[in-house]
């Protein structure tokens, strides 16, 4: 009997470790834990396009090669292109709790008028971010609690 027990509480323990050294926090998001890294959302970054963390499909964005930059400096300021405008301004950053705000009151884009259908949906988006995660190469800024706009490092 009491070999069964000895038995029985090593099982629970090896097994109880395999649970928790087998799925981070990172794989219960859906994300494999290789991929998440501590970088720093500073620099320039080009939409990929509109993704959802549950169908984990990627809209991707059209546009003219120099379309939907971004860049995001240390000062606290952002410059950019939308469609077919440039774009700037200042947003607010909690580095540690991956919070982000771009602030209405002073952003700017070179010529409203002239903005086509898709860069006025991606202007309204990055106004609505709230949150970000920067991965290896990518930077998803939250603009819901599922979607999220999918930036890329650009090769040059």
Known sequence: MRKYRIFTVFFLIIVTTAILFSCSREDALGLESDVLELQSPYGRWKLEGYASSESKQVMIVLGSPSAYYLTLNK????????????IGGKFTIDTHRGVINFLATDFYSSDKLNETKEGILYLDRL?????????????????????YLLFIKPVN
């Not at 000062?75 to 440039?86: A, I, K, L, Q, R």
């Not at 970000?132 to 979607?147: A, G, I, Q």
């Open 75 to 86: 000062d606290g300021t952002f410059t950019g292109t939308s469609s077919v405008n440039e």
């Open 127 to 147: 106004l609505k971010v709230k949150n970000y995660r920067v991965f290896t190469n990518k930077l998803h800024f939250y603009y819901s609690d599922k979607e």
